[in-house]
């Protein structure tokens, strides 16, 4: 006859779940942590959910194209799904596919072995393994804002204290204050966290920027988190046609992780797919984290951004070409509008503007929705000092729309 202890704990149940089952508590209440509780909806994606089912509202909401990804990196894809490549990859991505993004950053910084990429599911999966594999809970993050929201959440979600250095705006251009920033990071910070090209202010670092910025979190011990999805949407002249990157200034085994995204320079944000350029020492930890995340990227996916890659050089200029032109449509009509406050970005794929007189950014960009038939993201999405600006992304496939978008809010704001 079985004893009652072996009655109550069967043997297929592992010891240690066992423990678990009587130490675990009756839930409780509400369930889900507090960090999460606390975590702010989308104010973008407020503003679109006011425009839903308007087909007579002008979207540049989202920061993305409206233009289609292109034809050969499609084909890719379906080919991959016609030879049947629908199961698992390794967690760090295909082979094929970390030696094409490899080859790819070695024309554009000096050399990068193959070894140290990591595919992610996306750039925003990217930016959060990055974090998860450098934060505890009670860390301090430096972040520097206006910055895309997730950037800030991210750490919050992991229990980490978050502080914000703002960048300036002065007449329309945000700049870095150096020495603001340099005394928000001490040996207390773990991670530093910077995205530029920036989403939404356009700011771009300079490369003596970036090297003090790297000398001084040597100095305290600081990581390194660069947000470098935008660098080949970059409007000035250099010699590699991308905006500067810490890449560029650091040495392999620097506490430096850089995040990137096949979706703005390829227009593939559907698709999912980014890499992180990783210190050597951190490659073992990244795939178990990967493992834990999303497993891997999708092969077909994959195989798209080996297709990405190999026509870039036809690809993309294309693309940064159309959204100079672009850019140079909308920024000198809004510049032209009476109130409006506005420069002309080095890179990204925004035009962050403030309508004087005007307070909200959340009432007034859901207002041009309704009145004006003109969808923009509201500036306080982005951090509490960018209160009264709006970003309107340009990357319209038709300029015109820009045009006519200008149209609508030059009649609304004559309506006030």
Known sequence: MASASSRRFPRAVPKCLRAARCSAPEPQGQAMRQAIQDLEASKIREVANAGLGRSDVLAFWFGESDEVTPEVIRQAAID??????????????????????????????????????????????????????????????????????????????????????????????????LEALRAAVTPATKLLIVNAPNNPTGWTLTRAEQQAILDHCRATGTWILADEVYERLYYEPTPNGCAPSFLDVAKTDDRLVVAHSFSKSFLMTGWRLGWLVLPPALMDGMGKLIEFNTSCASVFTQRAGIAALAHGKEITPKIVAHLKACRDTLVPLLADIPGVEVASASGGMYAFFKLEGFGDSLEVAKRLVVEAGLGVAPGNAFAPEAQGWLRWCFASKDPGRLVEGVERLKRWLAAQ
């Open 80 to 177: 991959s799904l016609q030879r049947g490549e629908t199961f698992y990859a390794h967690n760090l991505g295909l082979p094929e596919l970390r030696e094409a993004v490899a080859a790819y950053m070695s024309g554009l910084h000096p050399k990068i072995e193959a070894s140290r990429i990591a595919v992610t599911s996306g750039g925003v999966s990217a930016l959060m393994l990055a974090v998860q594999a450098l934060v505890d809970a009670g860390d301090e993050v430096v972040a520097i804002t206006p910055v895309w929201p997730n950037l800030t959440a991210q750490p919050a979600i992991l229990g980490a204290h978050v502080r914000c250095v703002s960048l300036v705006p002065r007449a329309g251009q945000w700049t870095l204050d």
